[in-house]
């Protein structure tokens, strides 16, 4: 494509060494959309007559079909995959498809490929979320009255539902939805008409392009727009915080389904056994997941340190930003989709579930906010009630089991009506702050996600 100034080739290391067709191939039909509207915007600019227009518009639609069955012949020698589709294309239709090239660079061409590619799969990883979303408050829906104490510093804090801790993930997963489709917005705007990096002096009507590719706007800085690729970080960021979503539930999945927390049990699908130990179970899916975030992150950490140093406009350091991205797209899918399955197929062990939150020690807020309405100030009563704990685990005997004329020693105003606090349900239904998982509360949580979800 350069052979004008070079009297060598170039050297067949140096061609493994940067091709990028390996990976970048899958571009294509962004690669082959982009060309069909610079076509356009060409014949528009009297560039081609309308008879090559459609010549390279057939032709490139029959190549993407070559492409999509897997009888392209991608050639390293060519470089990436911009430069192996305008060959082919020339080859088959001749001097038309060398106008293509008319007023573009692979700078601009491939700044909007990635863009094009990046809103498809941002649609997709939203719609991966979906699902996985839809099948956490199925399983919260299916356990809806599982009690399990919430933790802090993993040591039991108070009660809450099962249901009302899946729900926390909806909302992280909600969050991340939200991310992508924020840096979605941001990354519909179209390069093409930049060129190298200072546009051309053939006047292309930009907007016509941007109107055909579905873009709501144009780049506003020719050197901006080929070498800005803050659309990648943004979304490897997006998808690393998704990863770390993914991994704290992994993290949950990983204790729950412990011997020590018998909280759940996962289907035979969606573990794995071991081949020694004959009774083993391994939620591998989980750990997987938690060990793949760390792929994430690492690929965030890519690019944002590749585009550190690079002055401007174009460097060939950018051609890196492609792996990392493929990488953490294909991941995250993968994990959402397994998740969802796995998700599905849980089972939650709710007497386990229901034992553990009978910690009476799980009460203890309670009895202190009982003090609070009866007149003392919080910290008052949470010294009261600290040393009732103590008292308690010294006695080896729960507070419903501590008799009136026992409670009287911490605080002369104790009477009877405390033992109406130390029930499990009374205490979930007492937490009905908006946002606070009383079952009144997560059932209409529940149908929020719900109807959310379905739309
Ligand atoms: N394969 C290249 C990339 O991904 C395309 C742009 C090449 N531009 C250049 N001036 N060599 O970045």
Redesign the pocket.
Known sequence: MWKGRFSQPTSERVQRYGE?VSF?WRLYAHDIRGSIAQSKALLKAGIITKQEQTDIERGLLAIKEEITSGNFEWQESL??V?MNIESELTQRIGPAGAKLHTARS??DQ?ALDVRLYCRDEVDAIVAHISELQRALVQCAERNQKAIMPGYTHLQRGQPVLFAHHLLAYVEMLERDTNRLMDASERLNVMPLGSGALAGSTILLDRELIAKELGFPAITQNSMDAVSDRDYVAEILFAIALCGVHLSRLSEDIILWASAEFGFIALSDAHTTGSSLMPQKKNPDVAELTRGKTGRLIGNLMAILTILKGLPMT?N?D??ED?EPLFDSIDTIKAALGVFAEMVSGMDVRTEKTKAAASDPMLLATDLADWLVKQGLPFRHAHEVIGKLVAYSIEQKRGFADLKVSEYKQFWKGFNKSVYKVLTLDTALAARKNSGAPSPANVAAQLKRWRKLLSA
């Open positions: 990028s970048d470089e990436d911009h692979r700078n491939v174009y060939r950018m051609q492609k």
